[in-house]
């Protein structure tokens, strides 16, 4: 498996990538603008190769100095449940030098705290029209 930040990847290949993980069901995979527009803002992107197949990735915005907010972490499904995801989360931090926070997927709770991430209980989101 090649773990790279280097290699930029296609809204198309994000996709197939997101629909393949389970990932898909919680993410705008019909919307290709959108998709689009998340690969192009992302500004660390981490990704992990078996030869030209896209096996994972983990898709951040950091700082480089603070923090890290990890997006999306997407592992192929039959890919899965062979440290690819953990690894891609080691390239992310090789690569910002600093901490990593996430929101997790409701199926990937559980997940994290088995790799050594800890729970914050002071998260919080809003959405668009949100605040009052």
């Not at 773990?3 to 993410?27: D, M």
């Not at 990890?70 to 390239?91: H, P």
Request: aromatic share 10%; proline share 5%.
């Amino acid at each position: 498996m090649e773990y790279t930040v280097e290699r930029r990847i296609t809204p198309e290949q994000y996709i197939e990538l997101l629909k393949s993980s389970g990932l898909g069901e919680r993410r705008p995979v019909d919307d290709r603008a959108a998709i689009a527009a998340m690969l192009e803002h992302a500004n660390l992107l981490a990704t992990a190769w078996d030869g030209d197949v896209l096996a994972g990735a983990a898709r951040c915005f950091t700082d480089f100095a603070y923090v890290t907010y990890c997006s999306d972490l997407c592992v192929r499904a039959s890919y899965q449940r062979q440290g690819i995801g953990k690894e891609l989360l080691r390239t992310v931090l090789r690569a910002a030098s600093c901490r990593i926070v996430l929101l997790a997927a409701p199926k990937a709770a559980d997940y994290y705290p088995q790799i050594g991430f800890e729970r914050h209980p002071s998260a919080w989101t809003v959405l668009p029209g949100g605040l009052h």
